[in-house]
């Protein structure tokens, strides 16, 4: 399989820890993008890379988030100090982008977090 | 604010039926419009339109554009009920002076096919 990949699928963690999740992207796509999404919305843009430059961010993602791609391939997502209100499906995506021509997003299964 | 909404928010229809889901848009650099069906995973990608009036089909489904009145549709002829599933709508806005695929989504239409 040469989709997205994200892990863990699931997460259950208490409010005040810190979590990781882990995004391997379609390995010739050099774009790629974490969304957010809770239940009964669409999902919600938080951030994105261009190779390893993260070149956008959300106001949705607050100081405690942050996520890094190094070398341009996979991804992490880190939360510190977890809240109830982190609660959602995160999910990842990656694209292939030349200029202004973008593919469509390709998204992972997501990691859906708890927060107890 | 980039905003997508779609209609109705949910649909339950027998097999055999066809079923019409709506997308409006309001948004500014407008690129593309994109369907994703969602079942429980992964949103899995339909259609890509940029250009207004060109009808893209695949089997049963097909989606069409009209950039003048900020709307799709995506149509499901003779649904079955593998057909269950949130289909959403995104758009592809880039703001300005980027490239990026910054999606905007809509909220979903949920779509029940009873046997």
């Known amino acids: 399989d040469t989709g997205v990949s994200q892990n863990p699928r699931h997460k259950i963690t208490k409010r005040g820890q810190n979590v990781t999740f882990r995004c391997d992207p379609i390995?010739?796509?050099?774009?790629l993008y974490w969304y957010r999404q809770t239940l009964g919305q669409g999902p919600e843009f938080l951030t994105y890379?261009?190779?390893?430059?993260?070149?956008?961010k959300s106001r949705l993602l607050s100081d405690r988030f942050s996520a890094e791609r190094p070398k341009g391939s996979f991804s992490t997502l880190e939360i510190q100090r977890t809240e109830q209100g982190d609660s959602a499906m995160y999910l990842c995506?990656?694209?292939?982008?030349?200029?202004?021509?973008?593919?469509?997003?390709?998204f992972g299964n997501g990691t859906r977090l708890t927060v107890t | 604010e980039d905003k997508v909404v779609q209609s109705p928010l949910s649909l339950v229809v027998h097999e055999g039926d066809t079923v019409t889901l709506n997308c409006s848009y309001e948004?500014?650099?407008?690129?593309?419009l994109l369907w994703y069906k969602q079942e429980k995973k992964a949103p899995t990608f339909l259609f890509m339109l940029?250009?207004?009036?060109i009808e893209k089909k695949s089997g049963r489904l097909s989606s069409i554009l009209d950039k003048k009145e900020l709307f799709s549709i995506l149509n499901i002829t003779a649904t079955q009920t593998g057909d269950s599933a949130v289909y959403l709508c995104?758009?592809?806005?880039?703001?300005?002076?980027?490239?990026?695929?910054?999606?905007?989504f809509g909220q979903g239409t949920i779509l029940t096919v009873h046997p």
């Open positions: 995506a990656s694209s292939l982008g030349r200029g202004f021509y973008n593919s469509p997003l390709h």
């Open positions: 390995s010739e796509h050099n774009r």
């Open positions: 890379f261009q190779n390893e430059a993260q070149l956008e």
């Open positions: 948004v500014t650099n407008f690129r593309s």
């Open positions: 940029t250009s207004s009036g």
């Open positions: 995104a758009v592809d806005a880039p703001p300005g002076g980027t490239s990026y695929g910054k999606l905007t």
